[in-house]
C-alpha cells in the first residue's frame, strides 16, 4: 500500500511541480518554501532513496536525470543550514550509498562545501540561515538573543562524517566535532541542553529545554553518532546517555490517567505539552535501549513503548485519526490539542518511525496495527486527487486541507510505512542509521578505511 501512496504522490509532483520544490495537490502547483532559498527540487531530492528501496527504477532513473541536468546549488538565496542539509546532503548520500551512482557523491560533496561558510563564526556554532553565494550567514531573527538552535546545529553531525569519509577532506567531520567541544566545556542547567546558544558569546540563551522543536534531533544525533561509528565514538555515547538520564529525570512525566510523556522545560519551569516532533523520541529510546548502561536496556525499550503508547493516542483522541501538532497533559485534558493553532497535521512522520522501530525491536504486533490505523486515515483524509495534503483540524469532522505535500512525506513518512510492513532485513540496523529525514547512511566499520572501494 505505501508503494500506491508513494506512486501517487510521486505521478502528481511530477505531473504538476516537476522541479520546483514542493507540490501543492489540490492548487496543481509548485509550492516553494522559502527554507531551502533558490534551490530547487527539494521533492526529487528527497524522494530518491525511497523510488529506490521500493524498486520504482523508472521514477529513480528520471530522478537522477533530473539532478544530473538541473540541481543547482550556485543560487544567490538564503537558505536554511539545518534543513539543506538533511534534506539535500542527506538525500544526496543516501541516494549514493544505495545505488553507486557518482553524480550524487559529487553533488552532495558539492554542497557540502557551499555550506562550510556558514561556521564562520567567533565560537564555531553555525549560523542558521546562509546565503549560499555571498557565504554570509546570520540567524533567525525571533531566536532568543539572535542565538544558533540546538536542533539546528545539532543535526548536521551523521551527513558532515559522511562527507569526510566520502571526499577525503576532513574538514566536514572537524566542524561538527568542534560543535561537540563547545557543548562539553558549556555548564549544562540540571544537566539539561538549552535550545538557544549564541553563536557569538558562546554562553546558553534562554533556558527552554524540548525534545520536540528546537532540541529534538540533537539527541538523536548523538545517539546515532555512536552508533554511525560503530560504537566507537564513546564521547557521543557518554553525552547521550547523560542526556536521557536528565530527561527523565526532569522531563518525563505520568498523567493521572497512566500515560507517559515528555513536557518542556521553561526556565525550571514545565509544561505540560508535547508536541507532534517529540514522539520520534520512542524510536529513539528503543533504538538505545540495548547500550544503556548498568541493565537499564529493559527501562529504555519500555520507556520507547510509553512514548509509542501516548501518541497513538494522541491520533486515537481525534476525529481524523491523525494526531495534533501538539497535545497536552493539563486541566483534565489527556493527549489532546487544546489550542487551534496545534490542531494541524501536515503528513509528519515521527508517530509511523516510532512505530517502526519500536516493531523492530520487539515485533509487537500492534505497532503494525496502529501503522494501519495511520495508512487507513492518511487514505480517508489527506489523499486527494492531486496528492496528499496536510490538514488544518484533525478534530474536526471535515477536511480542511493545507494544500501543501511535504517532500518529508515521500521521504519519511511512506519510507517508515513501507519499512514497517517489510522484513528486518531491508536496511538492517546493524548496516545503517537513519538521518533525521530517513535517508538511510552506512555504519562506517572500523576496519574499511575505504569503503567505496570495497563496495564497487
Request: contains cysteine; aromatic residues 12%.
Amino acid at each position: 500500500v505505501s508503494l500506491q501512496m508513494m506512486k501517487h504522490a510521486w505521478d502528481n509532483y511530477k505531473r504538476y511541480a516537476w522541479g520546483l520544490n514542493e507540490l501543492k495537490p489540490i492548487s496543481k502547483q509548485g509550492h516553494s518554501s522559502n527554507l531551502f532559498g533558490n534551490i530547487q527540487g527539494a521533492t526529487i531530492v528527497d524522494a530518491l532513496d525511497t523510488l529506490y528501496i521500493m524498486e520504482m527504477k523508472e521514477e529513480f532513473k528520471e530522478a537522477k536525470e533530473w539532478v544530473e541536468k538541473n540541481l543547482d546549488f550556485n543560487v544567490n538565496a538564503e537558505i536554511s543550514v539545518f534543513e539543506v542539509n538533511i534534506r539535500f546532503v542527506g538525500g544526496l548520500l543516501s541516494a549514493y550509498y544505495l545505488s553507486g551512482e557518482e553524480v550524487f557523491r559529487k553533488k552532495a560533496v558539492e554542497l557540502g562545501e557551499k555550506l562550510l561558510p556558514a561556521f564562520n563564526t567567533p565560537t564555531g556554532i553555525p549560523w542558521a540561515l546562509l546565503n549560499i553565494k555571498s557565504g554570509i550567514g546570520r540567524n533567525w531573527p525571533w531566536a532568543s538573543g539572535g542565538s544558533s538552535i540546538l536542533a539546528e546545529f545539532g543535526t548536521l553531525h551523521l551527513e558532515f562524517v559522511h562527507l569526510s569519509h566520502l571526499s577525503g577532506n576532513p574538514v566536514f567531520a572537524e566542524k561538527v566535532m568542534n560543535i561537540r567541544k563547545v557543548l562539553n566545556r558549556l555548564d549544562k542547567p540540571e544537566g539539561l541542553y538549552p535550545n538557544y546558544l549564541n553563536p557569538s558569546s558562546g554562553q546558553w540563551g534562554q533556558h527552554h529545554v524540548s525534545i520536540g522543536g528546537l532540541g529534538d534531533s540533537f539527541y538523536e544525533y548523538l545517539l546515532k553518532a555512536w552508533l554511525m561509528s560503530d560504537k566507537t565514538d564513546e564521547e557521543g555515547k557518554k553525552m547521550y546517555y547523560e542526556a536521557v538520564q536528565a530527561i527523565e529525570t526532569h522531563l518525563i512525566r505520568k498523567s493521572s490517567g497512566g500515560l507517559t510523556y515528555i513536557a518542556e522545560w521553561k526556565g525550571g519551569l514545565l509544561e505540560h505539552k508535547m508536541g507532534h516532533l517529540t514522539c520520534f523520541a520512542g524510536g529513539m529510546f528503543g533504538l538505545g535501549a540495548d547500550g544503556a548502561p548498568n541493565d537499564k536496556t529493559g527501562h529504555h525499550i519500555e520507556l520507547g513503548a510509553e512514548i509509542a503508547r501516548t501518541c497513538h493516542e494522541s491520533y486515537d483522541r481525534t476525529s481524523m485519526k491523525l494526531g495534533p501538532e501538539a497535545f497536552r497533559f493539563d486541566g483534565g485534558v489527556e493527549a489532546i490539542a487544546t489550542r487551534q493553532n496545534e490542531k494541524y497535521y501536515i503528513l509528519r512522520p515521527e508517530v509511523i518511525e516510532t512505530y517502526m522501530y519500536m516493531w523492530r525491536l520487539t515485533h509487537d504486533p500492534k505497532y503494525r496495527q496502529w501503522g494501519w490505523e495511520a495508512v487507513e486515515a492518511l487514505e480517508k483524509h489527506c489523499r486527494v486527487d492531486g496528492g496528499y495534503s496536510g490538514i488544518r483540524d484533525v478534530y474536526n469532522n471535515h477536511e480542511s486541507h493545507d494544500d501543501v505535500q511535504q517532500s518529508f512525506f515521500l521521504s519519511e513518512t511512506l519510507k517508515y510505512l513501507y519499512l514497517l510492513f517489510s522484513e528486518d532485513d531491508l536496511l538492517p540496523f546493524e548496516h545503517w542509521v537513519f538521518n533525521t529525514e530517513a535517508h538511510p547512511l552506512p555504519i562506517l566499520h572500523k576496519d574499511d578505511g575505504n569503503k567505496e572501494e570495497n563496495q564497487k
